[in-house]
T-cell receptor, first 117, second 109 residues
Framework: DTGVSQNPRHKITKRGQNVTFRCDPISEHNRLYWYRQTLGQGPEFLTYFQNEAQLEKSRLLSDRFSAERPKGSFSTLEIQRTEQGDSAMYLC???????????????FGAGTRLSVL | RKEVEQDPGPFNVPEGATVAFNCTYSNSASQSFFWYRQDCRKEPKLLMSVYSSGNEDGRFTAQLNRASQYISLLIRDSKLSDSATYLCVVNVNFNKFYFGSGTKLNVKP
């Protein structure tokens, strides 16, 4: 499978615990995005990487959230001291970032569904 | 004001009907535009990009009106399999993508 892969698919945690999600983008895609989606809403942009550089962060990304893409390949999203309001689907997407009309097309992973009890 | 606004629907239409969705965006500097489709509890998947000249892909036609800052999607001859949520997506400065809340379509037999 050469699509975007996210792990785990589901995560149940207690309030106050830390959680980490992983995203493996399509190989050779240099752009990687994290989104959060709640029921009845569209995905909300969280952060963007071009290769290993984190170039954009949303105001939604509080101090408890951190993302990395250390070698410009896979990425991790960590949430510290989880709160019930963090319960959502966390989606990762990658795009080629090359020239042409396809450069901004995003391919999404299946997401990690987080439930904070 | 939200960056991207869509009518949430649902649009309930019979098979074979033609249905149109509109989407408005607030940032006049927006650079690229897309329609994504999302099935229940699945990830969004690209339906089509939206170009200034308008574009068509089979039963689907997308239009962009930069002056009025809206995007439309027309689906002709609706199929049961078209039932899904359609997300309007706007790209600003290549780094940020804004999604609408989605328009839900139910195609009935």
């Amino acid at each position: 499978d050469t699509g975007v892969s996210q792990n785990p698919r589901h995560k149940i945690t207690k309030r106050g615990q830390n959680v980490t999600f992983r995203c493996d983008p399509i190989s050779e895609h240099n752009r990687l995005y994290w989104y959060r989606q709640t029921l009845g809403q569209g995905p909300e942009f969280l952060t963007y990487f071009q290769n290993e550089a984190q170039l954009e962060k949303s105001r939604l990304l509080s101090d408890r959230f951190s993302a990395e893409r250390p070698k410009g390949s896979f990425s991790t999203l960590e949430i510290q001291r989880t709160e019930q309001g963090d319960s959502a689907m966390y989606l990762c997407a990658s795009s080629p970032g090359m020239r042409g009309r396809t450069k901004n097309i995003q391919y999404f992973g299946a997401g990690t569904r987080l439930s904070v009890l | 004001r939200k960056e991207v606004e869509q009518d949430p629907g649902p649009f309930n239409v019979p098979e074979g009907a033609t249905v149109a969705f509109n989407c408005t965006y607030s940032n006049s500097a927006s650079q690229s535009f897309f329609w994504y489709r999302q099935d229940c509890r699945k990830e969004p998947k690209l339906l089509m990009s939206v170009y200034s000249s308008g574009n068509e892909d089979g039963r689907f036609t997308a239009q962009l009106n930069r002056a009025s800052q809206y995007i439309s999607l027309l689906i002709r001859d609706s199929k049961l399999s078209d039932s899904a949520t359609y997300l309007c997506v706007v790209n600003v400065n290549f780094n940020k993508f804004y999604f609408g809340s989605g328009t839900k379509l139910n195609v009935k037999p």
